[in-house]
């Protein structure tokens, strides 16, 4: 099935915009902007704003996205036209695995989705680096210029602590246009724009503007702007594939690198790391957590379509990579939710995992 009112589009100026692409540069950038108030959080009052803290889910977030992107560079290295998207099962999808924790909420300690928050929150950064150092075409530097004027500006209000959103968005808005124009994908103007929202309390009975729109903005990308994303891009059609093409190498290679190379990434980062005493697990948490917690990380979906519609743009492709996202990521979720599922027998692994 096919959704041909997608390619619609509007023209402003010399900019065409079709439904697909106001769903994937426009709606997603508000998506990269709560993800960036997420990070900034962290960074400063959360799980990462301190080196002891960040120590072992940064490790285990890099491990994670290193060893996916290998695995999928060496299943596809005999074909040149498939290897650059070698970033697309890098990432985790952190809606997604935070949902699958979720319903394991009575079985499993809560250091467990803290862990998981602050490892996906750590990969959502390397996904964006990634977009804006490997997926940016040529650059028109005169938009990047008009784009620096409105950074300033909301430097300039995040140091007077302005806390009424309507003046960031007098910026953030022609922001997200120069950034599109430039030729670096729009999104980025969302991650921009969410740093400079402050944390801080302006008046101790007001609460802070980052604060406030985190809370409004969870339940529009979680139940509107994801949903529909997903059915924008995970929803066109199959017709030309089959499951004989799950052994072709671009599903085959996403596939792996999602279900096995996301867990062997942080397996391993992670026994290093705490091996070479650099870090120890969370408290209460055991070596299965752990892994349940690196096969759920291989949720890549929305972030894993998103970087694979820099990455392809014909249909045969598209719809490759659309079945080896959605195969990765259910298998990765079905067995990290049934290792979980499991209940600990040996309770003396949590202290053995620290010493």
Known sequence: MTFTFLAASLTVGEAHFSLLHFINDGLMTVFFFLVSLEIKRELLQGELNSVRKALLPTVAAIGGMLVPALLYGFVNRPSAEYLS???????????????????????????????????????????????????????????????????????????????????????????????????????????????????????????????????????????????????????????????ADLLHPLPLGIILGLFLGKQIGIMSASWIAIKAKWAKLPSNMTWTHLHGTALICGIGFTMSLFIANLTFSTEQSSALVRLGVLAGSALSAIVGYGLLSIPSRKKGLVASSRE
């Open 85 to 243: 998207g070698w970033a697309i099962p890098m990432a985790t999808d952190i809606a997604f695995s935070l949902g699958v924790l979720s319903l394991l909420n009575h079985k499993i300690p809560r250091s467990l989705k803290v862990f998981l928050t602050a490892l996906a929150i750590i990969d959502d950064l390397g996904a964006i680096l990634v977009i804006a150092i490997f997926y940016t075409q040529q650059i028109a530097w005169l938009n990047l210029v008009w784009a620096s004027f409105c950074v300033v500006a909301l430097l300039v209000l995040n140091y007077k602590n302005v806390n009424r959103f309507r003046y960031y968005l007098l910026f953030a808005l022609p922001l997200w246009f120069f950034i599109l124009q430039s030729g670096i994908h729009a999104t980025i103007a969302g991650v921009i724009a969410g740093l400079t929202i402050p944390l801080t309390k302006k008046r101790s009975l007001q609460s802070a503007l980052l604060t406030q729109l985190e809370h409004r903005l969870h339940p529009w990308t979680a139940f509107a702007i994801l949903p529909l994303f997903a059915f924008a891009n995970a929803g066109l059609s199959f017709a030309k594939v089959s499951w």
